[in-house]
């Protein structure tokens, strides 16, 4: 029996009950793993916490006045940002290409493989390894350009460090990104492509009307994802400048962890983690308005 | 639905076996277990295991050792789980934090039940080191480290400079002295050009004299705590003092000076030397020169390699007309959390008897702090062919100075890494260190 | 559809000029060689004999070569032998802890998969009120920093007496991923929904469109977004660590391999066991990838219905 396509959604009666069972791992997952440790997190951000000694000690909003005062928050603010847009800028533009690439240049599984390889590599050893690649003195990379005759490079200078960590991460996670969109791109159906070809256009315009549009809600999904992630940068920074030189790579990941480890000041780093958090949903939010990504382009 | 079900109840099935615990040990007999960092010393130590095991047949030892930065968070790890160790290798960065977080079991009835003679049994000075504002003794110490040049034979000898002239170097901080005479000479440029000969091309390098690891921040123990002291400088008043005297000229001088290699060439700068470590960049024929500490030892001596030939060199003579070296003992603490404290101390007090410290001793990793057993590693390096006597000179001399114990060290690192950075990377001057001294100060009002 | 016709049909759909072509195998040759390098330079150092690396630092040869580095990861090196060769003497119960690996990553990643694609179900095919809201309550979980929950988390598989257990490691994510969710609901909001309508005007309940019509349908996504958690979760180090490392039975591979890491604040790793471990710990990975490979690629979707 063939279905008329209808233009209206009929509308059906709420889904709600059926619904429960389908969250319910899931929200348990959310609820004691997330929400209640959050929420405790949020109320030791009002106090003083010895996390060993077991001491609470109710300061109100002492440790967030403090914070704005810091001179870290300034900072933090900015490097952070400064690789959060060095690193997902250039890592969506390459993985972009790569998922194009793959799904109209090649059906080989072995590059596929070739260009997850990064991600399969846990991120601190990656770190240790361009740490060392990298290094003025004794690194792969600057020998090369100094036998050609160029100047050495100081990757892990006060102000390269932290476009040499992002460039760090794009190289790892370029492929796991171009993997993402990809399957975003299986998703997208063949006669769309087959009527652009008839059509008549080149690769880029394709690209641009077709592919672009119909990618939206999985680049928004990556975006956001990537995004908020990128923010937590930890694991390269603490394994290769911990936050130096001077204050440089001094990211809010690298903060917190200190306050929290560095100074026993638990109450102060929940405080720092609570504006993270209030940042990144802000942002998150902003992102999913803004690239609409509640709908689909795909009217069918 | 069903579906739904019949998966939780397999995983609920599947989950059971994974969180079986394992069942208690035999009651009579207990099993401690006792963390150290240094797989160097993993075999020293499991030697004393096994003696004290024999000595104490109803006491075993469980050894567990991880990396510096794994190890720190696994003491700290296990103080929140309960489950951590019973007996750790303790730091003095971390002690005062232990004390105040009441982490750490005060030793004074054991010591006083054992008789242990915790004031004169050890090198002196190590014992006070960790006892604690509050009077309470809480370790034994168990080893000791000074700072000495790691220099490349190799270098030297093509340089001209004999291993008697390497062993006496003055400095001051006016114009270097010898010190800086030599790291000039053994400093090479791409045209082989040396560092005090006409025509050195300062910003061209390919040998450095002398390694700059990192600022330091505000200790500066292999970096320039030697210099300053010899200099006449002193950090604070005393242990746990809290008069700080960052702005006092003598470290400006000496900071100054030491800044100024990178000027002149010498040293790489801050940019230039963040990264791969400085024993590799001595095994790399990169650097003639670095100064740094004891524990090191081993490890440097084992990158022995075509280009790379070790020796030491004592640290130079400075304007007090003596020389001086930063002096750390390490002490074994016991948990707060332990359930067995009397079992902890035996093992304690073993480890800080001579028998374990001189079988510590005959591994030639570290100096134990009983001088027969110092007496007895000094000899151990020795038949390995390594001349130690740039590190025991110190002791024998006695011109060492105390690690700087503090409360607040994490703030005062906060205040105080920052700017010593910024100073060897040439953005700030020396007088950033009096505004910091401030902001130190204000921190105990 | 036959393989041959799927594969014709496939290479139709790859782009045709010539111009394009060569720039696109330019390309890609140069991702691959930047993608391979650093991976080649882990192999040359983990052939290498750990004390004499820094001989010559950037020879694109292995310095004194030796299998050392692979011998100490496999626990089959003696004390002697790798303080020879200026590695770690620690021990490395690599059968083990490469099982407690596998145990673990399989299981999350089974059960993290299906509850996820559970809820992303419920937030995009099904209709209720409220919907977009509790959809963002997880969005919002998202942007908890790690470091916010590690302590909480901690104590309460503390307190709930899971220390040192692979249980203990995975419940935190064995119930559910914001990431998996929100991946699988932006997949089945493009996904043509009319299969559904039709299905449940054919009166099938919603437990048998999830598993006998929408899984299907979402295979590659889902083997795609299994084969990335399967990674995460091997590749996982400070969470195993603080609550597994206690015990043999509980300690992963990654943990039981940081035994590598250098000992002193100023030391250097045993660059070839450390580098070598990292080698041996991708395979299960490139062996995943491999086998499910092909399920990546998929089904084009079905264009219509019919």
Redesign the interface.
Known sequence: M??Q?VTK??K?K???L??V??????????V???????I??VILSFSEY????GEVKFNGFANYIRMFQDVHFANSFMVTMEYVLINIGFQTV?AL??AV?LH????S?V????????????????A?????????????VN?IIDSLGMQKI?F???QL?MPTIAMINV?RHM??TA??I???L??I???V?EAAAIDGG??WRIFRSVTLPLLR??L??VL??TV?GSF?I??TIAVT?KG????ATDV??IW???E?????D?GY??AI??F??IL??VI??AQ?KLLS????D?D? | MKTFKTIAALAVAAALPLSVAVAPANAAATTITYGLWDSNQLPGYQQCANDFHKANPNITVKITQAGWDDYWKKVNAGFLSGQGFDVFTSHLAFFPDFVTNKQILPLDSYIKKDKVAVNSLYQPGLASLWKAPDGHQYGLPKDFDTIAVFANKKMTDDAGISAATLANLTWNPTDGGTYEKTIAHLTIDKNGVRGDEKGFDKNNVAVYGIWMEGSGGGDGQTQWSFLAASNGWKVNDGPWNTNYHYDSPKLAATIKWWAGLVDKGYMPSFAKQNGVGWPDQLAAGKVAMATNGSWMTGYVFGLKNAKFEPILAPTPVGPTGKRASMYNGLADNISAKTKHPAEAWQWVKYLGSAACQDVIASKAVVFPAIPSSTAKAVKAFTAKGIDVDAFYTHIKNKTTFLFPIANKKSQINTIINPVMDAIMSGTKDVSALKTANDQITALFK | MARKEKEAAESEFLAQSTGAKIFGWVSLTIICLITIFPIYWMLRTGLSTTRLLFEDPSSLLPSHFTTGGFQRVLGLASLDQAIAEGGSGASVNFGQAFLNSVVLATGITVFQTAFSAAAAYAFSVLQWKGRDKVFFVFIVALTVPGIFLLIPNFLLIRDLGLMNTLLGIALPQILMSPFAIFFLRQFFLGTNLSIVEAALIDGAGHSKIFWRIVIPLAMPQIVTLGILQFIGSWNDYLWPFYVGSGDPSSTVLTVALGVFKSQTPQGSPDWAGLMAGALIAAIPMVLLMIFFGRRIVGSIQASGVK
Do not use: C
């Open positions: 063939s279905v396509m959604r009929k059906r709420s889904d709600f059926v619904a069972p389908f969250m319910i791992p899931a929200l348990v997952g959310l004691v793993f997330v929400l209640i440790p959050g405790r997190g010895n996390v060993f000694t390459i290409f790569i690439l109209r240049f090649t059906k599984h590059v596929k493989g070739i260009v997850l390889l990064p991600y399969l590599i846990s991120n601190v050893i990656v240790m390894i361009w740490y060392w690649l990298l290094d003025y003195n004794l690194g792969f020998a100081t892990f200078s006060e460090a190289w492929g796991y993997l993402l990809f399957a975003g299986q998703a159906p063949k006669d492509y080149s690769e809600p999985v928004a999904f956001v994802i908020v937590q930890f694991d400048t130096g030189p001077v204050i809010y990941s917190i962890s200190r929290a480890w560095g100074n026993n638990f780093a929940s983690s609570v993270l958090m990144l949903s998150a939010f999913t990504a509640n709908q689909s795909l069918r």
